[in-house]
Structures are given as structure tokens and as C-alpha cells.
């Protein structure tokens, strides 16, 4: 973790695309909804720019962030929650994430309420596995 950025980044053996796929079958079976998946590197070959794979999955339920939107307005520009899926320049790929922690200091996040968002680290982590 970056503790200037509160970012996250767990490496994993898979594909992008497998590893997409993986989150998606948590997702469903979790009972979260996904709202769309951002082909970032699909895009930049649009318009004729080489990107490594690249594509951000965002997803949430309203059950655990309309408390955290009430309780802190700001909150909703980072909610709904978002993995990025990711390969380096080396080939190597990654899992990436904002913290529960950092999201709860950035927007004064009650303590009772980082419940709500905690499902990211544990997505993430049976995701990379």
C-alpha cells in the first residue's frame, strides 16, 4: 500500500480477462451488483493507442453505501466501490483498490459504518488468489 494515496495492489497469476471473470462469478455469488466494467486499454485501441490490459469494475450495493453517503455526502464520489485490473509494463498483473481506511479519512467516515465497504479487500484478495 501507498500510504500517500491509499492504494492497494495485490498481484495475481491470472489473465485480465481471467481475472475479470473471476470477479464477476464473487460478485454474483456475494449477491453485489456490478454496474459496469471500463475496458480502458479496448478504448485506447479505438483510437489507435497500444495499452497493456486495463479495465475497472465498478460495483456496490445500495444497502451498504446509502448509510455511508448520508453519514458523509462526499463519500458518493468514490462509491460505488472499484477494483482496477491491470498489467504492467513487465507483464505482471494486479488487483488494485482504494482502502476502506483511506476512503474513511478522506470523507470523515464513521467508524461503525466501514463495514459497508470492507467486501473490497476480501473481493480483492479471493480474486488474486
Request: a neutral charge; proline letters at 7%.
Amino acid at each position: 500500500m501507498n500510504p500517500e494515496n491509499g492504494i492497494i495492489s495485490k498481484s495475481t497469476n491470472r489473465t485480465v480477462d481471467e481475472t475479470v471473470e473471476r470477479l464477476k462469478a464473487l460478485l454474483q455469488a456475494k449477491g453485489i451488483k456490478l454496474f459496469a466494467v471500463i475496458d480502458h486499454s479496448g478504448e485506447a485501441n479505438t483510437i489507435g493507442i497500444k495499452m497493456p490490459p486495463t479495465k475497472l469494475l465498478i460495483f456496490g450495493n445500495p444497502k451498504g453505501g446509502t448509510p455511508l453517503m448520508l453519514a458523509a455526502p462526499t463519500v458518493a464520489i468514490d462509491l460505488p466501490l472499484k477494483l482496477l485490473v491491470w498489467e504492467d509494463g513487465d507483464g505482471k498483473r494486479w488487483i488494485s483498490y482504494n482502502t476502506p481506511q483511506y476512503l474513511k479519512q478522506r470523507h470523515a467516515l464513521p467508524d461503525d459504518l466501514l463495514k459497508n465497504i470492507a467486501v473490497i479487500e476480501v473481493l480483492a484478495t479471493e480474486t488474486a488468489a
